[in-house]
């Protein structure tokens, strides 16, 4: 679950979210998705998410904040910015970084 989210609450049909990334029951640490909340067209909320309106907001009423909660919520893994891991068609995990610490550090950093 994510509080403040801009454009969450009303309008984002996509986020980028950093999730663990958990193949046969082993954590391989954080990776960034690019993960589909709306459907595009009608804007309805995708199953297995809930999105909120985080409430009035001090000075700040036009900015479209809100809370996404997923809910068994399964991440193609096509969806995965995968430059420095990849899941395969098999389901195997692939990286150049091995250590999950090292990579968040890189993903974190930009270094390419």
Not at 12 to 32: D, Q, R, Y
Not at 56 to 79: A, M, T
């Amino acid at each position: 679950m994510k509080f403040w989210i801009g454009g969450a609450a009303k309008s984002a049909t996509v986020s980028a979210v950093f999730a663990n990334l958990i193949i046969n029951g082993k954590n391989e640490g954080p990776h960034v998705f690019i993960v589909p909340l709306r459907n595009k067209k009608t804007y309805d909320v995708l199953p297995g998410i809930i999105i909120g309106d985080c409430g009035k907001k001090l000075g700040q009423e036009s900015i479209d904040n809100g809370f996404i909660l997923f809910n068994n919520f399964r991440i193609p893994r096509e969806n995965m910015l995968n430059k420095m891991s990849n899941v395969t068609k098999e389901g195997k995990f692939e990286t150049t970084i091995p250590s999950p610490d090292q990579r968040l550090a890189l993903i974190l950093g930009g270094i390419s």
